[in-house]
């Protein structure tokens, strides 16, 4: 199931109501001050073994750009390196975008 991994927790169960086997959702944050620029999942372009994506500077310059990715979760990608805080990125119909801009 994506997203769900294993996990084993030692928790303090002095009540007994924890029993062996039993299963549990839970959550678990994961706090850092890294921040990273993150995009919806569908926005990336896979080619050539790489990521892309489309940024969009006005009307008539659309940029190709490859990007390294950092992790993926829920439908969002954070972006290691290739694309900057506040850039728009196409998110509609980029495939065919990428593809006219690359022919």
């Known amino acids: 199931m994506p997203g769900y991994s294993n996990a084993r927790l030692v928790l303090d169960n002095k009540h007994m109501k924890l029993k062996p086997g039993m299963i ?16 919806p999942t569908d926005c990336l372009v896979f080619f ?14 659309i940029e190709t750009r490859e990007v ?10 954070y972006i290691e390196s290739g694309l900057e805080e ?4 196409i998110s509609k119909n980029q495939l065919l975008i990428f593809e006219a801009l690359n022919n």
């Not at 050539?48 to 310059?61: E, R």
């Not at 390294?68 to 990608?77: D, F, M, Q, S, Y």
């Not at 506040?86 to 990125?89: F, Y």
């Open 86 to 89: 506040n850039e728009q990125v």
């Open 68 to 77: 390294e990715i950092h992790a993926e979760n829920n439908g969002l990608t």
């Open 48 to 61: 050539n073994g790489k990521n892309h994506v489309l940024v969009y500077k006005d009307d008539c310059h």
């Open 24 to 39: 549990a959702d839970m959550l678990i944050l994961n706090k850092s001050d890294d921040h990273r620029v993150a995009i």
